[in-house]
């Protein structure tokens, strides 16, 4: 079965800081990854996603994230945090070509001043 | 493309009444997903569409949740009766056939059962 363990409910990072959100999957058969990004009343959009190939995979607004499968983790970054970044972002995980996808619990990241 | 259109946005009901809420997806999708998000237990997978055919209602909660989807274009999930812990957002989402591919996301139905 799936899984996904997000750690940090709540994240706060200053603005131009370093954003890193952890992601830790459990997957029986190889894993497609996704981070979605939820800003206030709205629904869930792709930020980027791993399916096979390089295992450092960039998305959109300047996130990024590395597959380790020796971790088991697909950890989310960005090297300077802005103001417009604060939102909850999920981790989720689909078992290889499977579209059942499950999600984390997400993570709300502040963007202090 | 208009996206992955959700009514209504909000709902308010009392607790015994049948309450409808109604999805349309982004054309030429293929998969459609109905999914409940609350603060105790997150986005939960409630059913999924192949082609308008149910695959997996494993995440369905009880009998009183019944969802259909009689064409490509409009789907809907029914509570009936509807009580207090059926309060959440309700998300519709639908992608495109193929290996993981990524979901488009409605704007939810916020539904308060009084």
């Known amino acids: 079965a799936q899984s996904v363990t997000q750690l940090g409910s709540h994240v706060s990072v200053s603005e131009g800081a370093l954003v890193l959100l952890r992601c830790n999957y459990s997957s029986s058969v190889p894993p497609y990854l996704f981070w979605y990004v939820q800003y206030p009343n709205q629904g869930l959009q792709l930020l980027l996603k791993y399916t096979t190939g390089a295992t450092l995979v960039k998305g959109i607004n300047g996130f990024e994230a590395e597959f380790k499968k020796s971790e088991t983790s697909f950890h989310l970054t960005k090297p300077s945090a802005h103001m417009s970044d604060a939102a909850e972002y999920f981790c989720?995980?689909?078992?290889?070509?499977?579209?059942?996808?499950?999600f984390g619990t997400g993570t709300k990241l502040q963007v202090i001043p | 493309d208009a996206g992955v259109i959700q009514s209504p946005r909000h709902e308010v009901t009392e607790m015994g009444q049948e309450v409808t809420l109604r999805c349309k997806p982004i054309?030429?999708?293929?998969?459609l997903f109905w999914y409940r998000q609350t603060m105790m237990r997150g986005l939960e997978l409630l059913i999924y569409?192949?082609?308008?055919?149910?695959?997996?209602d494993s995440g369905m909660p009880e009998d009183r949740f019944s969802a259909k989807m009689p064409n490509a274009s409009f789907s809907t999930l029914k509570i009936q009766p509807s009580e207090p812990r059926d309060s959440a957002v309700y998300f519709c989402?639908?992608?495109?056939?193929?290996?993981?591919?990524?979901?488009?996301f409605g704007n939810g139905t916020r539904l308060t059962v009084t």
């Open positions: 989402a639908s992608s495109f056939k193929g290996r993981g591919r990524n979901l488009h």
């Open positions: 054309s030429g999708h293929d998969y």
């Open positions: 989720a995980v689909s078992e290889g070509g499977y579209q059942k996808v499950t």
């Open positions: 569409f192949n082609n308008n055919v149910p695959i997996d």
